[in-house]
Structure formats: structure tokens, C-alpha cells
């Protein structure tokens, strides 16, 4: 094989390592360092440069080899500089051309020559100079060739690309981040919009005091236990807060009756969860089916429940979830005509009541979520701190709480068993 065939096929397999090395996702400034072996091997040289060019045209070394590490430190390409790179061909790179008039390796000659350095090209990408690359003499001691040139200039160029390219990646993680940021920022609107929400239909009903923020909190602590995603226990702990929404648009007066209301207005009331999810649907949330978990918070496992009858099936696990919690709270909490119900009796109020009002998978991940509160096993006492620290303070409650659990999923203690 002629020895220029073997030379061309040499640059070729370079060419293609180059393009590899430039298109992987490693480490950028290691893909440059090859990238430059590649080229300093190809072309037997001793020594050479990549410099990226940046902002005003401040150059910053990427790699070297064989040269002084503090090669063009504060130093940059003017605007004038840049254009004679693009307007000058390879005879005005030449550090041996002592007639060349580019002023940029005029200025540095003395530097340069110390370096070794017989050449200094510009990367240039879309009419942009992203750098240059600094190239000493052949090992040989051979002047470079027009083939040379040929190598040079396409290797060159396919660095410039991968310099460029890597920019623009740079530039695409900073715009993601930016909105990553902003997205960030109406997260927090929002979940601070439906505070307010919240707070405000609270106050509606004087008797209540909290209600929604609790409710919040107790679903998404069940949700959680139920192996929920933290974006659904989120969504969800929204969908407490916002369960009442409705009664919004409620007579105040209804809300409030300190004797028990007559049908009308208990009809008036039921309004609520249908109302709700009027004033939710429309609403672009963050997260899904808000609107559905508010309008069945009092729908019922037997159909017994109100607004559409659904049944088991029908009812969307969320809305399930929101149901108990809201009941949950309702009889652990005091209202002016009556006290709240003792721990026993509410846990037998929910044994009864599984089946039928509620979803016995609901209660028992509710049940176990205390029952590690009870025992030690999470640090957080959310739940004690809802309901005062007196109140799962009793001998029997993990008993009552095992029990619970063993019964509704009828297997053994059950804790482990039911998902
Ligand atoms: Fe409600």
C-alpha cells in the first residue's frame, strides 16, 4: 500500500474516533484532551493547545499538551482579531511566516515561539470562533504539507463542533433549570392559594376550626401509607384541603344551625361536594383528579352516599381516602353540642362502619399509620399532634389499633399483609 493511502486511512480511522469521542455524553473537557492526542498522534507532533474562546472573546485553556499551563491566562481575542482569523488562510497562521499581519500571533509571537508553537487555528462554528487550536512542529522536523493542512483543518473543525455543541447543551440545562424554577415558583403559589382556601372555609364554619387543614394532613398520611407516589400524596393532601370548597356558596347560616337542621336544608348543605367540584373543575391543577376526590368525599361504599350513590367500585380511591379523613376528624374533634368521641369508640365506629361507609383498605393503612406513631417506629408525630398528645396516650390503643387492622384484613396482625 502506497504510503500516502495508509496515511489517508490512518486520518480517516481519526476522523471517525474524533467524531465518537465528540458525539459521546462524557466528560467535556476530557473529550476535548482526547480529542487533541487524536490529533497531535495523527500528525506525529510533539505538542499543542485547545483554547475555547468565551464570552468577549477571554480565552481559557481546555487542554495541553507539552505547553505551559498558564498559555494565554487574562488573555483574549479582540473583534478585529477574530475577523482576521476568518478572512486569513493558512499561510497567515504560521508563526514561520515572519511576513503574516494577523495581529493576534503578531502580539504573542514572543510567547508563542517559546512555547514551540508553529501554528494557530481558529475553531470557527456558524461563523462564530469558539477557539483556537495551537499546534507545534512536527516531530519529523518536516514542514507541515498541504495534506497536513487538509487533516488539520478538518479535525479542527470537528472539535469546534463539539465545543459548540457543548454549549448549546450547557445553554439547554440552564433553560430547563430556569423553568424547573419558575414551575417551582407557581407550585408554591398555588399550594399557598389553596391555603388561603382552605383557611377561608374553615372560618365559614365556626365550629370547625381547621377542619380542611387537618383533613389535608390525615389523607395524606394515609396515602402515603398506601404506597402513594410523593406527587399523588401531594395532590392529595390539596384535595383535603380543598374537600369543603363547596360550602362556599352554603348559607352561612346552614353551616353554622346550632339545632339540628330539617330537610331542606340538609338538602341545601348536601349541595356541597357537587358545588365543589363546579368551582374545582375548571381549575388547571397541578395534579390529577382534585376536582373528583372533592365532589365524592361523602359518597358511601353501599350506595348509600351522596351526590351520585356511587358504589365500592365507583368511587375513586382518592375521594376515599378524603372521606375518611374528613370523618376521622369530625368525631375526634369537639362541636358545641357535643365532646369528641373517645379513641375506643371511634376505632369501633370505624370496625362497624368498614364495608360499608368506608374502604376497609383505607382504614387499615390509617390504622397502621397510628399504630407506628403509637410504637415508636416513625419519628413524626403528626397524628398526636392533630389530635392533642393525651389522646393515643391510652394503655390500649395499640391493642385496639392491632385489632383493627387483624380484623379488617382477616389475617393474623395483618400489619404487613395488607397493601
Ligand atoms: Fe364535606
Redesign the pocket.
Known amino acids: 500500500m502506497e504510503p500516502s493511502t495508509q496515511k489517508l486511512i490512518h486520518t480517516f480511522g481519526a476522523l471517525a474516533d474524533l467524531g465518537q469521542e465528540i458525539a459521546g455524553r462524557g466528560d467535556f473537557n476530557e473529550m476535548v484532551r482526547t480529542s487533541m492526542h487524536l490529533l497531535l498522534g495523527t500528525l506525529a507532533l510533539r505538542r499543542g493547545a485547545v483554547v475555547e474562546c468565551v464570552d468577549k472573546g477571554e480565552l481559557r485553556c481546555v487542554a495541553i499538551w507539552g505547553v505551559g499551563e498558564e498559555l494565554f491566562k487574562d488573555s483574549s481575542v479582540t473583534e478585529e482579531e477574530k475577523q482576521q482569523f476568518h478572512n486569513g488562510d493558512f499561510s497567515e497562521l504560521l508563526l514561520s511566516n515572519s511576513a503574516a499581519t494577523n495581529s493576534f500571533i503578531n502580539r504573542n509571537r514572543e510567547l508563542l515561539d517559546q512555547e514551540g508553537i508553529e501554528l494557530v487555528l481558529p475553531m470557527i462554528v456558524r461563523e462564530e470562533i469558539t477557539g483556537l487550536v495551537l499546534l507545534g512542529k512536527k516531530a519529523s522536523g518536516e514542514e507541515f504539507s498541504g495534506d497536513d493542512f487538509e487533516t488539520i483543518r478538518a479535525m479542527v473543525r470537528h472539535i469546534g463542533v463539539g465545543i459548540h455543541t457543548h454549549r448549546l447543551l450547557e445553554q439547554v440545562a440552564q433553560r430547563a433549570e430556569e423553568n424547573r424554577r419558575l414551575y417551582e415558583e407557581l407550585r408554591s403559589i398555588y399550594r399557598a392559594t389553596v391555603r388561603a382556601f382552605a383557611a377561608a372555609i374553615d372560618i365559614k364554619d365556626k365550629y370547625t376550626q381547621g377542619h380542611s387543614e387537618r383533613v389535608g394532613r390525615y389523607s395524606e398520611i394515609i396515602a402515603r401509607e398506601m404506597g402513594w407516589s410523593e406527587e399523588e400524596v401531594e395532590g392529595i393532601q390539596i384535595a383535603g384541603y380543598l374537600?369543603?370548597i363547596?360550602?362556599l356558596v352554603v348559607d352561612r347560616d346552614i353551616i353554622n344551625a346550632p339545632y339540628a337542621i330539617n330537610a331542606k336544608e340538609s338538602s341545601e348543605l348536601n349541595r356541597?361536594?357537587a358545588a365543589?367540584y363546579e368551582i374545582l373543575a375548571p381549575i388547571n391543577h397541578p395534579y390529577a383528579d382534585i376536582p373528583l376526590m372533592a365532589k365524592y368525599?361523602?359518597e358511601r361504599l353501599d350506595g348509600r352516599g351522596y351526590p351520585d350513590g356511587l358504589v365500592d367500585e365507583q368511587i375513586p380511591l382518592g375521594a376515599k381516602i378524603v372521606s375518611l379523613a374528613?370523618s376521622f376528624d369530625a368525631m375526634t374533634t369537639d362541636r358545641p353540642y357535643r365532646r369528641r368521641r373517645s379513641f375506643e369508640d371511634v376505632v369501633r365506629d370505624l370496625r362497624q362502619n368498614s364495608g360499608t361507609q368506608f374502604d376497609p383498605k383505607v382504614v387499615t393503612a390509617f390504622a397502621r399509620a397510628m399504630l407506628k406513631e403509637v410504637n415508636g417506629a416513625t419519628k413524626e408525630r403528626r397524628i398526636t399532634k392533630m389530635l392533642g398528645k393525651d389522646y393515643l396516650q391510652g394503655e390500649n390503643v395499640p391493642t385496639l389499633l392491632t385489632d383493627l387492622i387483624a380484623d379488617l384484613s382477616g389475617v393474623g396482625s395483618g400489619a404487613q399483609s395488607y397493601k
Open positions: 374537600h369543603d363547596g360550602k356541597h361536594p365543589g368525599h361523602h374528613d
